[in-house]
């Protein structure tokens, strides 16, 4: 059953790394009846993801991209995976997380990726199926295979948009996002 199930994992991952597994589809996507994703067909769910990166390009944050959201009533196209309302298109708030998201998944320039989260066995918790599993950084990806996929940028924005979010971080190495008021002169000094 081991040697069974090894296998099995093998042959996975080399479908992966073919770039011919594809699970859920992100807001903007759907999957095609041949298994792999395309753009969303409806046009103004495609306005709304481009918009995010357009105005991600203007204002530089997640939270900028938020707030604007957020003060023009700007919803989410969101497709559910599951429940009664599965692949119908459904309008929903903007949340941190969605917006945060969207902006890192290499998706949305064209890169088929497999296998960002991954199970560390040393984090595993008995009787907690979800337990151990952890983003990882690009590089430790079992597959990341660029222009395989409909892209909504160019790989070279989603770089430089993972560039400005690394940076927008505050810690010992970069300054943090802009932010507006009365400390602003202070806080860039």
């Known amino acids: 059953?081991?040697?069974?199930?090894?296998?099995m994992h093998q042959a996975l991952?080399?479908?992966?790394?073919?770039g011919e597994i594809y699970v859920r589809a992100p807001i903007g996507?759907?999957?095609?009846?041949?298994?792999?994703f395309g753009l969303d067909?409806?046009?103004?769910?495609?306005?709304?993801?481009?918009?995010?990166?357009?105005?991600?390009?203007?204002?530089?944050?997640?939270?900028?991209?938020?707030?604007?959201l957020q003060q023009n009533d700007i919803k989410?196209?969101?497709?559910p995976h599951a429940g009664p309302n599965k692949g119908q298109l459904e309008?929903?708030?903007?949340?941190p997380s969605v917006v945060n998201r969207m902006l890192k998944h290499e998706l949305y320039a064209g890169m088929y990726r497999f296998g960002h989260r991954q199970t560390d066995p040393r984090r595993k918790?008995?009787?907690h199926?979800?337990?151990?599993?952890?983003?990882?950084?690009?590089d430790k990806y079992h597959a990341l295979i660029p222009n395989h996929c409909p892209a909504y940028i160019s790989e070279e924005r989603y770089r430089r948009n993972q560039q400005r979010i690394k940076e927008n971080r505050f810690g010992e190495k970069s300054k943090g996002a802009p932010r507006s008021g009365q400390s602003l002169l202070a806080g860039i000094l």
Request: proline residues 7%.
């Open 129 to 138: 199926p979800d337990a151990g599993r952890a983003v990882v950084t690009p």
């Open 29 to 36: 996507y759907v999957k095609l009846p041949t298994g792999e």
């Open 76 to 79: 989410l196209p969101i497709r």
């Open 1 to 7: 059953l081991h040697i069974l199930q090894g296998r």
């Open 41 to 68: 067909p409806d046009e103004q769910v495609q306005g709304i993801v481009r918009l995010i990166f357009d105005e991600f390009d203007r204002r530089g944050s997640v939270r900028s991209v938020l707030q604007f």
């Open 13 to 18: 991952l080399n479908k992966a790394k073919r």
């Open 125 to 127: 918790a008995a009787g």
């Open 91 to 95: 309008w929903r708030e903007a949340s």
